[in-house]
């Protein structure tokens, strides 16, 4: 319920969603379906990334090649 407050409080209107998330179980689940559904039509959302929180610790490589596939690079 905190993500659809936070989501009808602003004005996403032609902006860009990256989802990422650190989860304990259940990954995005239906996240994005979710938010997808709150937002209006000129919102862009990027492909999201999940990581599970046994796996944060090596999860560098992972997030960078995510990153990486959505045109940003580390600096």
Sequence with gaps: MAIHSFLEEYDFSGKTIVP??????????GTIEDVTAALPDSVTILEPIGVYRPEVDEARPDVNEWLDSLGFTET
């Design 20 to 29: 990422f998330v650190t989860h304990g179980t259940g990954g995005l689940a």
